[in-house]
């Protein structure tokens, strides 16, 4: 799961269902559902490509090819992985300091530093004039969320397994992210 912790309150990443958005209206969840699921594909040399379980391996997260003035009208969306049309999927992760105690990451478009994503009014858009603690992400494991139990995602099929069998995460047999390439990795960066 991506957590964008921004001020008091964090808001978990989900896909946007139609929208040409993605909201960041959900502090809290009660249950961990597909739409919560992010998968990180690729390394932060080439670029990641970042997959939503809800969406399928056909969409990517995807920025526009231009982010106009400081960003805040630029959105990130899921986009046809084939048919990117004026957008890009690559993306980078760098260490962010500014949440104290978490390890927490910026995103940026890949050749693009300073296009960081950011919570602008409660929407996942771009901050180009810097980074701060809204622009910070934080990826959680299911473990970290309270599922309990390890869970861990094959390399080649992209199927979830847990060693607790009372988690509430749904049928994990059953739970495949579908991730495209074989190298599908936590980001260390």
């Known amino acids: 799961m991506v957590h ?7 808001f978990y990443l989900s896909n946007p269902e139609g929208e040409n958005f993605i909201a960041l209206n959900r502090s809290r969840i009660r249950e961990v559902s597909d739409k919560y699921l992010w998968c990180f594909v690729g390394n932060n040399t080439d670029g990641y490509r970042i997959y939503n379980k809800a969406a399928g391996a056909g969409k990517v997260l995807a920025a526009p090819s231009v982010v106009t003035g400081n960003g805040g009208e630029s959105f990130a969306v899921l986009k046809d992985a084939k048919q990117l049309d004026g957008y890009t999927d690559l ?6 300091n500014d949440l104290t105690g978490k390890r927490a990451f910026y995103l940026n478009v ?66 495949t992210l579908q991730c495209p390439s074989p190298s599908m990795q936590v980001p260390t960066t």
Do not use: C, M
């Open 91 to 96: 993306w980078i992760l760098s260490t962010s």
């Open 110 to 175: 890949k050749d693009h530093n300073s296009w960081k994503l950011n919570n602008r009014n409660d929407k996942l858009a771009f901050w180009t004039d810097g980074a701060d603690h809204g622009s910070s992400f934080v990826v959680n494991t299911l473990k970290e969320a309270g599922e309990g139990g390890e869970v861990t995602v094959s390399p080649s099929t992209g199927a979830l397994t847990s060693s607790n069998p009372s988690s509430s995460y749904k049928n994990f047999g059953r739970a």
């Open 4 to 10: 964008l912790p921004n001020g008091q309150k964090g």
